[in-house]
């Protein structure tokens, strides 16, 4: 060979190994900060390069080491499984990656054949696709739907339990219907409150106003808020929420708030042994107080259905100047 033709090779390799760089240097730059990594196993599935390696990690971490000091277990018999078949038969094989650290990230990997110019098989190529976010936010989604359905059957049941007890009160068909049509809105207000929030709970005072707005909005200036506005918990706020439909209603027809100048005091504070917090409705009024003779829906959500849900207790005070309830809940009924 001559000089000439060698030196002609020698500039044709410089050439070539320019154009390499150049041509890493372009895909280093393309996969910066995007959420792609790219790495070559030779057949003895050693990793031989890698781009843009997994937050927290480092090329040098990957480079000439196998699956088995980088991966979990786990993920060693999934990687060398797919490794096997693309090496047998030379197709793609795609499968879903976790690699564990200070916080688990988990990667869409498909793993294809590297070839020599002759179709030979010389290793494997995979590429990584972070589905980190992805994967998070499916795990939320099925609290949510956990939660839901949770959240259903229990609706399901307070609804299921105020047709029955309304039906047991009621006179009439047109009087069922009435007042159990109260009753759901009634829930559905509080539900209301509660979606305001997040479902993460409901301020007292919220349900408060929001109950009596319903039917009275125009007595709300009667109606007088003291102590703390406590955030109760999503259960305790739909039968507080159930308490106060029976109270406005109630004050409505025959309490404080059927007579011009009657007057409702609301107050929510902390019992004395700070284990537990106690509302109180209290009405001043004119109007004539008579105890119910018989043991209506009302009285019993006042004295047993709602103190029962909240783990409470209640007192119903019919006295001559105005009806007045206390509803004593523990603690752990209110978001801390």
């Known amino acids: 060979m001559s000089a000439n033709e060698q030196n002609d ?20 730059t393309a996969l910066q900060d995007s959420r792609i990594t790219i790495f070559a196993q030779d057949l ?22 196998r699956d088995r000091e980088i991966l979990s277990p786990a993920m060693v018999d999934l990687v060398q499984s797919a490794r096997e078949a693309v090496l047998a038969t030379g197709e793609t094989r795609e499968y879903e990656l976790q690699l564990d650290g200070e916080r688990t990230r988990w990667f869409d990997a498909s793993a294809r054949a590297e070839r020599a110019p002759g179709g030979t098989i010389t290793g494997i190529v995979t590429s990584l696709i972070d589905i980190t976010d992805r994967k998070v936010q499916e795990e939320h989604l099925r609290i949510l739907l956990r939660e839901l359905a949770h959240r ?46 997040d479902w993460r709970g409901a301020r007292i005072f919220d349900l408060v106003r929001s109950q009596i707005a319903l039917y009275a909005e125009q007595r709300l200036s009667s109606v007088f808020l ?64 008579r105890e119910p003779k018989g043991r209506s829906f009302g009285l019993m959500m006042l004295g047993e259905v ?13 006295a001559e100047t105005g009806l007045s309830y206390e509803l004593d809940i523990p603690k752990a009924q209110l978001v801390p």
């Open 44 to 65: 003895d599935g050693i990793y031989t390069w890698i781009f843009n390696a997994p937050p927290g990690l480092e090329p040098s971490d990957y480079i000439g080491k």
């Open 152 to 197: 259903s059957k229990n609706l399901l049941a307070v609804i299921q339990g105020i047709a029955r007890q309304t039906a047991e009160s009621a006179s009439s068909t047109s009087q069922f219907v009435s007042r159990f049509n109260g009753r759901i809105y009634s829930l559905s207000r509080a539900h209301d409150v509660l979606t305001d929030a």
């Open 306 to 318: 709602v103190p029962t849900s909240v783990s409470g207790s209640a007192r119903l005070v019919f």
């Open 226 to 289: 003291e102590g703390e506005n406590g955030f109760l918990r999503p259960n305790a706020a739909q039968y507080i929420g159930l308490a106060l439909h029976e109270l406005t209603t109630n004050a409505i027809k025959y309490g404080a708030l059927s007579t011009p100048q009657g007057r409702i005091t609301v107050r929510f504070e902390k019992c004395d042994s700070g284990a537990s917090y106690r509302f109180s409705w209290i009405e001043e009024s004119s109007a004539v107080v």
């Open 9 to 28: 090779i020698r500039l044709s390799d410089d050439a070539s190994s320019v154009a390499l760089q150049a041509s890493w240097l372009r895909c280093e």
